[in-house]
């Protein structure tokens, strides 16, 4: 095998241990926002509240 082989069994390496990363901080965040569920369900709908309000005032005016 010469050096490209080994540049490609690198490159396949580096893309695993990315991807394994990229899902560990998925799992992560889903556990914490699992957690904070009711906490931002309620931020949601004040941020939601918000923008109706601006649509409807900025439409009606």
Do not use: N, P
């Amino acid at each position: 095998m010469d050096w490209t082989g080994w540049v490609f069994i690198g490159l396949v390496v580096v893309a695993w241990v990315v991807t394994q990363w990229a899902f560990s901080l998925r799992r992560g965040s889903e556990k914490i926002r699992g957690r904070d569920r009711e906490a931002s369900d309620g931020m949601l709908e004040v941020e939601r509240g918000k923008a109706r309000g601006t649509f409807w005032t900025t439409f009606g005016g």
